[in-house]
């Protein structure tokens, strides 16, 4: 299957370079000049993953994120010309799944995209990561907690929360190692196969909205609990 990426860049010789690039890679591809065109495609037509510029008119990149990821599993990738990573990093905590900086380098972006496809595959089949878990025990259950991997559906009594695809890897890796410290390179290597720096802020950011979603005080976890010096680990009873 074909997949198809759209483009949302309101630069339209970085919109049909980075178009072009992408077809000559056997992929189907759309643009979008900003927020409204954008909408308009992904209402006419399934889109498996974005490219989405920070830096549009109007709505800006990250508003748009915050409206996708209400709505939507879509894959997002922001694209950024800035160096400071607090955009990087807001834009992560909002729900997108990856950023890549301009100048882009198109070979980079290339595997980037094709690791989040493949992550979105995996996570819509069941991750590798879950074969630690038995298949006749796909319901976990934690702090009061239930968290169907199967369906990817987490309730605690009425109260169901959403879970973006990195925060449902990370939660399945976090739960079929419980009581386990993790480090940073190994999360990053359980929910996405990246070749990345241990100290990615990515894992920080993906654990930190998933105390805000899970935790009862988030700023003192009880379950996602940091070991200084080594990662993480998950405590859940």
Known sequence: MTHHILVVDDEAV???????????????????????????IMKEQHVDLVLLDINLPGEDGLMLTRQLRSKSDVGIILITARTDSIDRIVGLEMGA??????????????????????????????????????????????????????????NKGDN?????????????????NR????????????????VDAPNDRTIDVLVRRLRNKIEVEPKKPQMFITVHGEGYMFAGK
């Open 179 to 194: 009581n386990r410290v993790l480090s940073r390179e190994r999360i990053l290597n359980l929910i996405s196969h990246r």
């Open 14 to 40: 970085t919109r049909t370079m980075v178009s072009a690039y992408f077809e000559k890679q056997g992929y189907h591809v759309s643009q979008a000049a900003d927020g409204k065109e954008m909408h308009q």
């Open 97 to 154: 799944d990856d950023y890549c900086t301009k100048p882009l380098e198109l070979r980079e972006l290339l595997v980037r995209v094709r690791n989040l496809l493949w992550r979105i595959s995996k996570a819509n089949t069941l991750p590798e990561m879950q074969s630690s878990v038995k298949e006749s025990d796909n319901i976990v259950n934690f702090n009061g907690w239930t968290f169907d991997i199967e369906r990817r559906a987490l």
């Open 160 to 176: 169901a929360v959403k879970l973006t695809k990195a925060e449902y890897e990370m939660l399945v890796a976090f739960t079929a």
